[in-house]
């Protein structure tokens, strides 16, 4: 039989850091609504939450990075909106900045989650952010349901963070087996 691991949206005695860029503040505001909600429905307390502020989303990793060594947190969510203009400037900074997250999260051996909207336009930023119409709360678990929607994707991160918090801790412990 196989041996099969799978985390449950619970919660959880950890500390959350929650890193979120400053620019477009009307996206990524809504963003943190969004994740703070669903972070202390499912039994987090504000004190258990720590937000930091930085100025755009290229900032992100690296006020990610120093929160993810310091060992204090379960987990840390980083939210920022990127909309596509008139050059590839988004392409390089969401391509470096995914590339971070991804890194920092196994070299940490803890969830970090990426809750960056990539966008081509403002209104689909705002329909990610939970804004104008788009209901606020969390959207469908993939795109492949009759039923999917595009809610909040802060609201989804803090969901998969939870998920991710608990898959962690029912993992083997780390070994080398041969």
Known sequence: MTNTYEGKITRCDGRFAIVVARFNDTITTRLLDGAVETLTRHGISQEQIDVAWVPGAFELPTVAERLATSGGYAAVICLGCVIRGE???????????????????????????????????????????????????????????PDSRI????????????????????????????
């Open 151 to 178: 809610g909040n994707k802060g609201s989804d991160c803090a969901e998969a963070a939870l998920e991710m918090v608990d898959l962690m801790k029912k993992l083997p412990p780390d070994q080398v087996a041969f």
């Open 87 to 145: 050059t590839t400037h988004d392409q390089h900074i969401n391509q470096s900045i995914s590339r971070a997250f991804a890194e920092m999260g196994v070299r940490h051996g803890l969830p970090v989650l990426f809750g960056v909207l990539t966008c081509n336009s403002l209104d689909q930023a705002n329909a990610r952010s939970g804004g104008l119409g788009s209901g606020g709360d969390a959207g469908s678990r993939g795109k492949d349901r």
